[in-house]
């Protein structure tokens, strides 16, 4: 049972736009950055965004995320085959730990 | 560009000791960047943080892993490591090393993930 909650799996067709939330509460999400990773099969974890909506060099700026709250989302726009990952959003929390959602799998149909 | 890879042995018996070592380059463990992590990932999970060491030897580990978990720092070798001890086989995952930014908010880089199996 992860802190963040994260939708089991997402799917869209290539082209079109997705968003994957990402719940958590006042003790996490709402007092800090949120960072967002792409882990593509059988590949360590890859930085998406960090700091809540900032993308580090070399992600395109298809890749989006925001928060509001205790909530933050990541978006995708323009989707392509090679989007097909699992996406982890991660923050700390006020126990002390860094955590992170079970991760929301994306098809592109 | 900062890059990591773990290393040690795949197959660790219950009861026993896991012990892996991540070597940094491009850039100095000594620099005060980051905060240098472990995290793993059990088959078909998600991601679970295990702790940091900072240069210093300042360390931090998850609350429910504190009593097994050790992480020091060796900056002659530009490397750090991981111990956890009284394995079972739920410690069987992937294992990665990764920094954690100075401002502690996000992971990158990361290596590239070591399996570890506990098995007799």
């Known amino acids: 049972q992860s802190v963040l909650t994260q939708p089991p799996s997402v799917s869209a067709a290539p082209g079109q736009k997705v968003t994957i939330s990402c719940s958590g509460s006042s003790s996490n999400i709402g007092d800090n950055y949120v960072s967002w990773y792409q882990q593509l099969p059988g590949t360590a974890p890859k930085l998406l965004i960090y700091?809540?909506?900032k993308r580090p060099s070399g992600i395109p700026d298809r890749f989006s995320g925001s928060k509001s709250g205790t909530s933050a989302t990541l978006g995708i726009t323009g989707l392509q085959t090679g989007d097909e990952a699992d996406y982890y959003c991660?923050?700390?929390?006020?126990?002390?730990?860094?955590?992170f959602g079970g991760g929301t799998k994306l098809t592109v149909l | 560009q900062v890059q990591l890879q773990e290393s040690g042995p795949g197959l660790v018996k219950p009861s026993q000791t896991l012990s892996l070592t991540c070597t940094v380059s491009g850039a100095s463990i000594s620099s005060g960047g980051y905060y240098w992590s472990w995290i793993r990932q059990h088959p078909g999970k998600g991601l679970e943080w295990i702790g940091y060491?900072?240069?210093?030897?300042?360390?931090y580990y998850n609350p429910s892993l504190k009593s097994l978990v050790t992480i020091s720092v060796d900056t002659s070798k530009n490397q750090f490591s991981l111990k956890l001890t009284s394995v079972t086989a739920a410690d069987t995952a992937v294992y990665y090393c990764a920094g954690l930014d100075g401002s502690g908010s996000f992971f990158d880089p990361w290596g590239q993930g070591t399996l570890v199996t506990v098995s007799s």
């Open positions: 991660g923050t700390w929390d006020s126990s002390l730990s860094v955590v």
């Open positions: 060491i900072f240069f210093s030897g300042r360390s």
């Open positions: 700091e809540n909506n």
